[in-house]
């Protein structure tokens, strides 16, 4: 190990700083801290509980976010002490939820992806008498598996409603592109856009790597000029894709699902037809609501049936107004 | 390869025929080549998706084919330099994420101009490099197992200090800070040839290999290279900085992991932090399919390029022949454990008819 290295090192970090004072930009970058309102109004008199919040998440997505975002929300109006904890691989979540179990939670929210995975840790729950609610998936299952209530949206119906509003605007063949190859809601939304538009097509990507999203879309409107729209199954993916029309010249219609603020402003411009929202904000909410609701005074939501966040269309005139509530992060 | 065990051809020359000094012809030292397996694999998958798939072969087709192949081959050229070297690194996937949410939330968070976040960039992308050869150099670890931990850091540190930094796992998009449009015309635009519209990474891509080529066959950079991958204690014997030359390398890698971050942040504007993972093996594929040997001392920085344009290739093509998506995966690993076979037999004949 020579001394030069470092010492180049060094004087590299140096000049850093040095750089960094002449060159600020007068455009773009951190707005200005807005005041927080979170936890800055009433919070519930009721004693502190604590609340598990346990879902398949993958690290990094957006959506994941704005649930969050509910979930924590909810917790501070209701004086609930949250954990938050996320693994997309079925095992290893139901390991979450023994945690949770052992670490006394007074609740547990938990999204049902993988239902079978869940059986096991759920039913431990429920001997150690912990209530349970279900959010995001699991519509199906969640009564078998001792939830009380549950939360999200039906994806085979978001999938029926994006196809409605597609033959509405005449699209004959459509293209739906799935970034995780093999995962159940994405399969369902493509499958209901089937149901009322029989042609639409099914293109596999690399949700990992924006490039080969781009490249691989590219490709697609290359190689079939039949093709009408191309339907993203979530928001930083629609956008990509409006990346691929343009490197392949094409002039399909731009469909999406999920919601961020990038889209938001896209559908407002018109280069984004509509997207479907199953409103997470709402989902992580509510869970976190209506375990609080039961402990409080044992109450249960939806009797019995799932409480559907969704399918929300979101079209131009809708997207002008929660274009600001999008930028919060909560829709 | 053989030269220990005398052929009998060789006894029948006359000494001054030796065939390690005597002149090759041109074929036998093409045929010598590590990535030739590979080209001629490229070329069989090339011929057959013109064939079932005839849009394959439109100019707008192979810039998308390019493009889609540019983005694996920018990191292959250092993924190669190092496995020639000796070493391989499974933290590149990341790393190029990490590279791009550095510039993205620096120029961000500070209100600074994009280019100090681009430059700011480098220096952590090199510093990744470094500290991965430093670990390597002072525990004598495989580079298996501290790139191993690199990456897992890398991750979590990418979603960590996004989501601490910017309060969401996505960087907020930098479209609107000053210097964003030149960098983007550096990093992420489209060169227009006859009608054409190419994406710059090709040719930063095609710049990359050649330099990359000229430093390995002209430099002494280049033979200090294949002497630490080939036998590091021998090397050390005879002089070469063993220490500096596998420092430099990681450097290197994360000078690739560098220019193609920022590509996805300026073609992107905004980076998802969990995005990368699992493109570690997509570069070391295409490292080993155009030749480069896991233990080290032997491949080129072209063959990498041509590993890179076989899974642009296959990716692409079976797009352009509308097969049933479902296969998709299945077909992608056939055509790559192919080019691979290919590879390996034409090299044993090749080396055998030496």
Known sequence: MG???????????????????????????RAPEPESNAGGGAVAATDRIKIAVITHAAPGDTFWDILRKGAEEASAKDNVELQYLSDPDGGRQSQLIEQAIDQGVDGIAVTLAKPDAMAGALGKAADAGIPIVSLNAGEAR????????????NEQLAGQAAGEKLKEAGIKKPICVIQEQGHVGLEARCAGVKKIVPDTEILYVQGTDM?????????????????????????????????AKATAKSEVEVASFDMNSQLVEEITKGNVMFTVDQQPWLQGYMAVDALWQNNRGGFTIGGGQATLTGPAVVDKAVAEQITSFAQEGVR | MSSITASPSQKRKSPALDERV?????????LGRPEIGALVGAIALFVFFAVVAPVFLAPASLATVLYGASTIGIMAVGVSLLMIGGEFDLSTGVAVISSALSASMISWYFGLNVWVGIALALVVSLLIGFINGIILIKTKLPS????????????????????AIGGSVSSPSIADIEGFQSAKAVFASSVNIAGIDVKITVFIWIAMVIIASWILLRTKIGNWIFAVGGDEKAARAVGVPVVRTKIGLFMAVGFCGWVLGMHNLFAFDSVQSGEGIGNEFLYIIAAVIGGCLLTGGYGSAIGGAIGAFIFGMANK????????????????????????VVNIVVKKRAESSK
């Not at chain 2, 501290?146 to 996004?162: C, R």
């Open chain 2, 22 to 30: 005597g002149k090759k012809s041109a074929l036998s030292i093409l």
């Open chain 1, 3 to 29: 001394k030069p290295i470092w010492r180049k090192l060094a004087i590299t970090l140096a000049i850093i700083p040095a750089l960094g004072l002449a060159a600020c930009s007068s455009t773009g970058g």
């Open chain 2, 317 to 340: 093509g079976i797009v352009y022949a509308e097969w049933n998506p479902d296969w998709f995966k299945f077909f992608l690993g056939l055509m790559l454990l192919l080019a691979t």
């Open chain 1, 211 to 243: 490039t080969q999203v781009e490249s691989t879309a590219t490709a697609k409107l290359q190689a079939d000029k039949q093709a009408d729209a191309i339907i993203g199954l979530g928001a930083p993916i629609t956008m990509t894709l409006l990346k």
């Open chain 1, 142 to 153: 969640f009564k078998d598996l001792g939830a009380f209530a549950h939360f999200g949206s």
């Open chain 2, 144 to 163: 298996f197992i501290v790139t191993l931990a690199s990456f897992l850091m890398l991750t979590g540190l990418n979603l960590g200090l996004t989501r």
